[in-house]
C-alpha cells in the first residue's frame, strides 16, 4: 500500500472543503494520513477519520493561524522525515500552495500544480493537469518521492465511509524563524448569503453585463432561485465585482446543479472552472460564443432583457407552487 | 531598497497557439512579457519612486526573453539579468526556482516581487519555491503593498476578502492583477532602455545544476468537452424555456 499524506487546510478553524473531495481519492491511493494544524485541528481530524483517513497528525497551536506558509512547512517537512510518505497532497488553494512550493523546496522534489485527476501507475504517480490554456490535458508522472501534488476544488466528490482516525500529536517544532509572515487583520467582502462554492444555482455575470450597475440583476435572480452570484475574470479585473466572485481557472471551481452564464463569452480558462456543472445554460447575444458549445441550452439575445424577465417569471412561478 | 522583480516571457494570450510535436509549446510564436509579471514590475516602479533605490529585472528563458526584460527597461526598471541555458529548455519549477534563487542571491535585495502565477505555466509555485531557497518569507496574493521603514505590508486577498499581513524585509511578494494598472513606455523610456544593462548568465556561472526534471509529461489528449445542448433565438419565449429547464433540474 502506498503512504499518502493529506495536508487539511484549516481556515479561521474550519476545514476546507477541497479536503474531503480529496479524501475521496487519496483512500484509494493508499494508507492516508491527514495532517491539520491550528484551531479546529482536532474535529477536522476527527472529520476526515469519516472520509477514509487512517491517521489524523494534528496540533492545535495559535502559530498555525497567525503566520503564513513556514510554520506548516516546518511540520510537513518533519512528518516527511518521519513517514517517507510516496504521495503528498494539497488542495489548488491559497495557503496550500504556499505550504507546497516551500515543502519541495526543502525536499528537493518536483511538484504537480492544478491537478484535476491522480492515479497510480507502475510505482509512481501521473497526475492530469490542464495543458495549453485548458484545451488539452496533460498527464504528468512525478518521477521523484514524494510526488507532491496539488488538486483543484471540485475535482472529486466527497463522500464519507465511516471510520475513525488515530489522532496523534503531529512531529516537528516551529521555530521563531519561522513566525515571520504575520496575519494582522481577516477582512470578509463577500457578502453573499449562499456561498458560490457550495450554490445548487450559480448565476455568473461577464462583460455582457454592460457595466456593474446592472449586476443587482442577477442578484435578484440568484435570490429568487437560492442561488449564488459568480463572475468572470474580465469584470473582477475591470473592478465591477470582487475577486471572491471570480468562476475559473484563476478562480473559483464551481460544480452546481444549474449554472447560468450571463454574457460571459466562455473563454476556456472561464468553462475549467464550471464545466462540470450539471446542467448549463447561456444566455448571450452572440450565438457563436464559446459558451454555447457547452450549453445544454443557450439563448441568443439580450440579458439585460432577458434576466429581469426571467426573474419575475421564477418568482411567479414560485409563487403558485 | 534594492528590488527585484522575476520576469518572465510567455506566449502571447492574444495570439493562436500551436503545440509541437514533442508537446511544448510552440515558442517561435508571438511571445510578450508576461501581463501578471507587468504589474509587478509597475508594483516595483511605484515602490522606488516612493522609497528610493533600484529595480532590477531577472529573467530565465531562450535569449529572446532578453525582449521581456528590454520592455521592462522601458517601463522604468534600472538593469536586467537573463539567465539563458540549453540545459534550462523545458524546465520544472524547482529548476526554474533553483536558477533564479542564485541570480537573486547575489543581488541580495530587499524586496523580489513575483507574480502570483505565470500566464501561460499557471502553476504558481515558482514563487514559493523561490522563497523557500532565498530563506525569506513570502506575502502572497497582495493586492496593496505598504512599505514603513524596513516593515511590510500587504492586503492578501483571500476566497471571501483579504487578510493584512506583514513581516520584516527582506521578503518576497506575489502580487495580483488587483495590485497596479502597468504604465505604458514611454518614448523616452523606450530610446533609455537601449542603454541599460542585461547581463547574461549560464547554469555554470551560477554554480547551479542542471539534474533530471522532477517531472514528465506522459501524453497530452484533449480535454473533454461537453456536447452542445439547443441553442434558440430569444423571440419573446426564450424564458419559459429556461423555465422549463430550471424546473427540469428541480431548482423550482
Ligand atoms: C492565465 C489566465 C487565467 C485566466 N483565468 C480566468 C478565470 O479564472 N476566470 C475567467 O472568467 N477568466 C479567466 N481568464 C480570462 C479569460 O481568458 C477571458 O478573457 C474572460 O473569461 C472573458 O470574460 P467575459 O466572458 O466576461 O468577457 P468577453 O470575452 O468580452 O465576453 C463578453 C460576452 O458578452 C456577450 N454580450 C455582450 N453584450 C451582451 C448582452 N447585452 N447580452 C448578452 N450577451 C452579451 C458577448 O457576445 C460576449 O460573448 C484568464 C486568462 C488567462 C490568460
Ligand atoms: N522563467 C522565469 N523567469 C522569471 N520569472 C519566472 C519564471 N518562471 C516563473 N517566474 C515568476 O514566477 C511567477 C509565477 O510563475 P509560475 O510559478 O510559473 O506560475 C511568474 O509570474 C514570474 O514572476
Same mark, same amino acid.
Given at each position: 500500500?502506498?503512504?499518502?499524506?493529506?495536508?487539511?487546510?484549516?481556515?479561521?478553524?474550519?476545514?476546507?472543503?477541497?479536503?474531503?473531495?480529496?479524501?475521496?481519492?487519496?483512500?484509494?491511493?493508499?494508507?492516508?494520513?491527514?495532517?491539520?494544524? @491550528?484551531? =479546529?485541528? !482536532?474535529? *477536522?481530524?476527527?472529520?476526515?477519520?469519516?472520509?477514509? &483517513?487512517?491517521?489524523?497528525?494534528?496540533? #492545535? %497551536?495559535?502559530?498555525?493561524?497567525?503566520?503564513?506558509?513556514?510554520?506548516?512547512?516546518?511540520?510537513?517537512?518533519?512528518?516527511?522525515?518521519?513517514?517517507?510518505?510516496?504521495?503528498?497532497?494539497?488542495?489548488?488553494?491559497?495557503?496550500?500552495?504556499?505550504?507546497?512550493?516551500?515543502?519541495?523546496?526543502?525536499?528537493?522534489?518536483?511538484?504537480?500544480?492544478?491537478?484535476?485527476?491522480?492515479?497510480?501507475?507502475?510505482?509512481?504517480?501521473?497526475?492530469?493537469?490542464?495543458?495549453?490554456?485548458?484545451?488539452?490535458?496533460?498527464?504528468?508522472?512525478?518521477?521523484?518521492?514524494?510526488?507532491?501534488?496539488?488538486?483543484?476544488?471540485?475535482?472529486?466528490?466527497?463522500?464519507?465511509?465511516?471510520?475513525?482516525?488515530?489522532?496523534?500529536?503531529?512531529?516537528?517544532?516551529? @521555530?521563531? =524563524?519561522? !513566525?515571520? *509572515?504575520?496575519?494582522?487583520?481577516?477582512?470578509?467582502? &463577500?457578502?453573499?448569503?449562499?456561498?458560490? #462554492? %457550495?450554490?445548487?444555482?450559480?448565476?455568473?455575470?461577464?462583460?455582457?453585463?454592460?457595466?456593474?450597475?446592472?449586476?443587482?440583476?442577477?442578484?435578484?435572480?440568484?435570490?429568487?432561485?437560492?442561488?449564488?452570484?459568480?463572475?468572470?475574470?474580465?469584470?473582477?479585473?475591470?473592478?465591477?465585482?470582487?475577486?471572491?466572485?471570480?468562476?475559473?481557472?484563476?478562480?473559483?471551481?464551481?460544480?452546481?446543479?444549474?449554472?447560468?452564464?450571463?454574457?460571459?463569452?466562455?473563454?476556456?480558462?472561464?468553462?475549467?472552472?464550471?464545466?462540470?456543472?450539471?446542467?448549463?445554460?447561456?444566455?448571450?447575444?452572440?450565438?457563436?460564443?464559446?459558451?454555447?458549445?457547452?450549453?445544454?441550452?443557450?439563448?441568443?439575445?439580450?440579458?439585460?432583457?432577458?434576466?429581469?424577465?426571467?426573474?419575475?417569471?421564477?418568482?411567479?412561478?414560485?409563487?403558485?407552487? | 531598497?534594492?528590488?527585484?522583480?522575476?520576469?518572465?516571457?510567455?506566449?502571447?494570450?492574444?495570439?493562436?497557439?500551436?503545440?509541437?510535436?514533442?508537446?511544448?509549446?510552440?515558442?517561435?510564436?508571438?511571445?510578450?512579457?508576461?501581463?501578471?509579471?507587468?504589474?509587478?514590475?509597475?508594483?516595483?516602479?511605484?515602490?522606488?519612486?516612493?522609497?528610493?533605490?533600484?529595480?532590477?529585472?531577472?529573467?530565465?528563458?531562450?535569449?529572446?526573453?532578453?525582449?521581456?526584460?528590454?520592455?521592462?527597461?522601458?517601463?522604468?526598471?534600472?538593469?536586467?539579468?537573463?539567465?539563458?541555458?540549453?540545459?534550462?529548455?523545458?524546465?520544472?519549477?524547482?529548476?526554474?526556482?533553483?536558477?533564479?534563487?542564485?541570480?537573486?542571491?547575489?543581488?541580495?535585495?530587499?524586496?523580489?516581487?513575483?507574480?502570483?502565477?505565470?500566464?501561460?505555466?499557471?502553476?504558481?509555485?515558482?514563487?514559493?519555491?523561490?522563497?523557500?531557497?532565498?530563506?525569506?518569507?513570502?506575502?502572497?496574493?497582495?493586492?496593496?503593498?505598504?512599505?514603513?521603514?524596513?516593515?511590510?505590508?500587504?492586503?492578501?486577498?483571500?476566497?471571501?476578502?483579504?487578510?493584512?499581513?506583514?513581516?520584516?524585509?527582506?521578503?518576497?511578494?506575489?502580487?495580483?492583477?488587483?495590485?497596479?494598472?502597468?504604465?505604458?513606455?514611454?518614448?523616452?523610456?523606450?530610446?533609455?532602455?537601449?542603454?541599460?544593462?542585461?547581463?547574461?548568465?549560464?547554469?555554470?556561472?551560477?554554480?547551479?545544476?542542471?539534474?533530471?526534471?522532477?517531472?514528465?509529461?506522459?501524453?497530452?489528449?484533449?480535454?473533454?468537452?461537453?456536447?452542445?445542448?439547443?441553442?434558440?433565438?430569444?423571440?419573446?419565449?426564450?424564458?419559459?424555456?429556461?423555465?422549463?429547464?430550471?424546473?427540469?433540474?428541480?431548482?423550482?
Amino acid at each position: 500500500m502506498a503512504k499518502v499524506c493529506v495536508y487539511a487546510e484549516l481556515s479561521e478553524g474550519k476545514l476546507n472543503s477541497a479536503v474531503t473531495e480529496i479524501m475521496a481519492k487519496a483512500r484509494e491511493l493508499g494508507d492516508v494520513s491527514v495532517v491539520a494544524l @491550528g484551531t =479546529g485541528a !482536532k474535529e *477536522a481530524g476527527a472529520t476526515l477519520g469519516k472520509h477514509g &483517513a487512517k491517521v489524523a497528525y494534528v496540533k #492545535e %497551536d495559535k502559530v498555525f493561524d497567525d503566520y503564513l506558509a513556514e510554520p506548516a512547512t516546518d511540520v510537513m517537512h518533519a512528518l516527511q522525515q518521519q513517514d517517507a510518505y510516496d504521495l503528498i497532497l494539497f488542495s489548488f488553494t491559497s495557503d496550500s500552495r504556499d505550504i507546497a512550493g516551500r515543502l519541495a523546496a526543502r525536499l528537493g522534489t518536483g511538484l504537480i500544480s492544478n491537478a484535476s485527476d491522480i492515479s497510480a501507475e507502475g510505482g509512481s504517480f501521473v497526475a492530469k493537469v490542464p495543458y495549453f490554456g485548458g484545451a488539452k490535458l496533460a498527464s504528468m508522472k512525478a518521477n521523484g518521492k514524494p510526488a507532491i501534488v496539488l488538486v483543484r476544488p471540485k475535482s472529486f466528490e466527497a463522500s464519507e465511509t465511516g471510520g475513525s482516525a488515530d489522532v496523534k500529536d503531529a512531529p516537528g517544532s516551529v @521555530g521563531d =524563524g519561522s !513566525k515571520r *509572515a504575520h496575519i494582522l487583520e481577516r477582512v470578509t467582502e &463577500a457578502s453573499e448569503k449562499v456561498k458560490l #462554492e %457550495d450554490a445548487r444555482v450559480v448565476i455568473s455575470g461577464g462583460r455582457g453585463m454592460g457595466g456593474p450597475d446592472n449586476f443587482p440583476l442577477l442578484e435578484d435572480l440568484a435570490s429568487a432561485l437560492g442561488g449564488a452570484v459568480g463572475a468572470s475574470r474580465a469584470v473582477v479585473d475591470a473592478g465591477w465585482v470582487p475577486y471572491s466572485m471570480q468562476v475559473g481557472q484563476t478562480g473559483k471551481s464551481v460544480r452546481p446543479g444549474v449554472y447560468i452564464a450571463v454574457g460571459i463569452s466562455g473563454a476556456m480558462q472561464h468553462t475549467v472552472g464550471m464545466k462540470t456543472s450539471k446542467v448549463i445554460i447561456a444566455i448571450n447575444k452572440d450565438a457563436e460564443a464559446p459558451i454555447m458549445k457547452i450549453a445544454d441550452l443557450g439563448v441568443v439575445g439580450d440579458a439585460l432583457k432577458i434576466v429581469p424577465a426571467l426573474t419575475a417569471a421564477v418568482k411567479a412561478k414560485k409563487g403558485k407552487s | 531598497m534594492k528590488i527585484v522583480v522575476t520576469v518572465k516571457q510567455v506566449p502571447d494570450p492574444n495570439s493562436t497557439q500551436a503545440l509541437e510535436s514533442d508537446n511544448t509549446l510552440a515558442r517561435d510564436k508571438e511571445v510578450v512579457l508576461d501581463p501578471g509579471d507587468e504589474c509587478g514590475i509597475e508594483e516595483g516602479l511605484q515602490l522606488k519612486e516612493a522609497h528610493g533605490g533600484e529595480v532590477v529585472l531577472v529573467s530565465m528563458g531562450p535569449e529572446r526573453a532578453r525582449d521581456a526584460i528590454r520592455k521592462g527597461l522601458s517601463m522604468g526598471a534600472d538593469r536586467g539579468i537573463l539567465i539563458t541555458d540549453e540545459k534550462l529548455a523545458g524546465a520544472d519549477a524547482l529548476l526554474t526556482g533553483r536558477a533564479l534563487a542564485a541570480a537573486i542571491k547575489a543581488e541580495s535585495p530587499d524586496l523580489v516581487i513575483c507574480a502570483t502565477e505565470s500566464y501561460d505555466g499557471s502553476t504558481g509555485m515558482v514563487p514559493p519555491i523561490l522563497a523557500e531557497l532565498l530563506g525569506l518569507p513570502q506575502l502572497t496574493f497582495a493586492k496593496k503593498v505598504e512599505v514603513n521603514g524596513t516593515n511590510l505590508k500587504v492586503n492578501r486577498q483571500t476566497a471571501d476578502g483579504y487578510m493584512v499581513v506583514e513581516a520584516a524585509m527582506p521578503a518576497l511578494i506575489t502580487v495580483t492583477a488587483a495590485i497596479a494598472e502597468p504604465r505604458y513606455a514611454s518614448l523616452k523610456g523606450i530610446m533609455a532602455a537601449r542603454s541599460k544593462e542585461v547581463k547574461q548568465v549560464s547554469l555554470q556561472d551560477l554554480g547551479v545544476d542542471g539534474g533530471g526534471p522532477a517531472e514528465t509529461i506522459e501524453s497530452v489528449a484533449s480535454a473533454e468537452t461537453r456536447k452542445a445542448g439547443s441553442i434558440i433565438e430569444d423571440d419573446g419565449n426564450a424564458v419559459d424555456q429556461i423555465v422549463k429547464v430550471l424546473a427540469d433540474a428541480k431548482v423550482i
